[in-house]
């Protein structure tokens, strides 16, 4: 059975930094392109980072330059770096991997 697990979010102040975490279960973190998703209430969720199989990363511009994507295949996890945090950064954060998606843990940044 494949689980996702994230952790690491809380509340922030601006400007403020946090590193989220996704410890993956029952599925291999070195087969699939894995991703940083987040969703604030009323709105679609919406991919924030990726990272693929061979370790390519690619980041939306909103976080470019922000926010680092980097996996640890002896902890079957990946993380998300954010810096320069700001309010709109405000949401759930979620981890994917080949259609499973974790819980999702939640990030506030105030202002």
């Known amino acids: 059975q494949v689980h996702l697990v994230e952790s690491g979010g809380g509340l922030v102040q601006t400007g403020g930094s946090l590193t989220l975490s996704c410890v993956a279960s029952?599925?291999?973190?070195?087969?699939?392109?894995m991703d940083w998703y987040r969703q604030v209430p009323g709105k679609q969720r919406e991919s924030v980072a990726t990272?693929?199989?061979?370790?390519?990363?690619d980041y939306r511009p909103f976080v470019k330059g922000r926010f680092t994507i980097s996996r640890d295949d002896a902890k079957t996890a990946i993380y998300l770096q954010m810096h320069s945090l700001e309010p709109e950064d405000t949401a759930v954060y979620y981890c994917?991997?080949?259609?499973?998606w974790g819980q999702g843990t939640k990030v506030t940044v105030s202002s």
């Open positions: 994917h991997e080949a259609g499973f």
């Open positions: 990272i693929t199989s061979i370790g390519s990363t």
């Open positions: 029952g599925i291999s973190i070195r087969d699939f392109t």
